[in-house]
């Protein structure tokens, strides 16, 4: 089975998200505003769009009926929030993940066009735990 998985943002998460993925099961689409990010993206991604993720017509270049999961994965919360919701406007189906940028805003999980919520540094707190209980 072959996902198509959108990533808005580029940055740190949004890479290392596209590196991990495994190309023979997913197709991967990046959404960046930065034009040398993209440049340095092409490698990590099956289609790099360059352009702002709240916009319309950048949105609109994705075809939202194919996309199984889109991950909002910018530094700035409300950005991420546009972008579910845009999301699942364009296909109700849609998986959408929020990255959220501060703690408090988990409640943000709670709103009817946000699947699930992605916050990195309780990821990194919890994976930071498990090693040193493991020694």
């Known amino acids: 089975m072959n996902r198509h998985i959108v990533l808005v943002g580029g940055g740190r998460v949004g890479q ?3 590196e991990q993925l495994s190309p ?22 099956n289609r790099v769009i360059e352009g702002d993720g709240t916009d319309l017509q950048t949105f609109g270049s994705v075809d939202l009926s194919a996309v199984d999961i889109v ?35 988990q409640d943000y999980g709670h709103r009817s066009f946000v699947d699930h919520v992605v916050y990195p ?6 994976v930071t735990v498990d090693q040193i209980s493991a020694l």
């Open 16 to 18: 290392h998200v596209a």
């Open 121 to 126: 540094a309780a990821a990194g707190a919890a």
């Open 71 to 105: 991950a909002a994965l910018t530094n700035d919360t409300r950005t991420n929030l546009t972008v579910c919701e845009l999301a699942k406007d364009g296909n109700p189906d849609t998986v959408t993940l929020l990255r959220i940028a501060r703690d408090g805003e």
């Open 24 to 45: 023979a099961r997913n197709t991967v689409t990046i959404v960046e505003r930065d034009p040398q990010k993209c440049d340095e993206l092409d490698a990590d991604a």
